[in-house]
């Protein structure tokens, strides 16, 4: 039997998710606007350049996380909530607070899903995985320019007050995501937002909050065992 990664994995990050929070009905969901819109500020070349050169300079990244998955075809929301850490190279470490104690975790080389409830843990090597681009420019492992065609979008018209947006198209098709949208800060270059959108419409939203870089992450930060009686799966 082949077993594939929870679809919260292919999506960055944490790759994983749970409890309701109010839910948006389908209207509420943001589209992107046409491609003709002009925005006023940095060209789209600019702003990529600047958001690159932040994280380039950036050899940790820690912040809170809330995470929203919206599906589609049932207009439901999961909302779950936590903490991350990257570090160079390609090192994550996902801690969700809900669901409880689910971990999203990677040395580099393997990476490490854990569902707490299931008492279930996905393994892989990081290579082989689904791992998206959407977020591999905060683990130094890829850059913005290399993997989307970007259009610019200001932050007024996407109620993102003082950013703007970067809508990325993937130069390699892929089916983790059609479009991922990068939410910036004008004033630090910093992404506060990323949604990711699927062939299906789906959306799969991460806000970060109270944002530091650079700060020492220990390696033990990158080492999960997940408690005895797991089951280990091999997609």
């Excluded at 610019?152 to 993102?160: A, C, N, Q, V």
């Excluded at 991922?180 to 506060?192: E, H, I, N, P």
Aim: aromatic share 12%; proline share 11%.
């Amino acid at each position: 039997m082949t077993h594939r990664f929870p679809s919260v994995v292919i999506v960055a990050a944490a790759l994983a998710v749970c409890a309701l929070s109010p839910r948006p009905t389908a209207a509420q969901a943001p589209s992107p606007p046409s491609a003709a819109t002009a925005p006023p500020g940095p060209t789209v070349d600019q702003a990529v350049t600047a958001v690159q050169t932040f994280y380039d300079r950036s050899q940790t990244f820690k912040s809170d996380f809330q995470q929203r998955f919206w599906v589609k075809a049932y207009n439901q929301e999961k909302s779950s909530h936590g903490r991350v850490t990257f570090a160079k190279p390609g090192k994550m470490d996902w801690v969700y607070e809900e669901p409880k104690d689910n971990r999203v975790v990677s040395d580099g080389n393997v990476i490490k899903v854990y569902e707490a409830a299931n008492k279930q843990m996905y393994e892989q090597p990081i290579a082989k995985s689904q791992y998206p681009a959407a977020l591999s420019f905060l683990t130094g492992t890829g850059k913005l320019a290399d993997s989307f065609d970007f259009q610019i979008i200001s932050g007024e018209e996407m109620k993102f007050p003082g950013g703007y947006v970067l809508i990325g198209t993937p130069k390699q098709p892929t089916p983790a995501y059609a479009k991922v949208l990068f939410y910036v800060d004008a004033a630090t270059s910093q992404v506060r937002r990323v949604m990711i959108i699927d062939g299906q419409g789906n959306r799969n939203r991460f806000d970060f909050s109270n944002p530091r870089v650079n700060e020492p992450v220990p390696p033990a930060e990158f080492a999960f065992v997940p408690p005895p009686g797991t089951s280990i799966v091999h997609p």
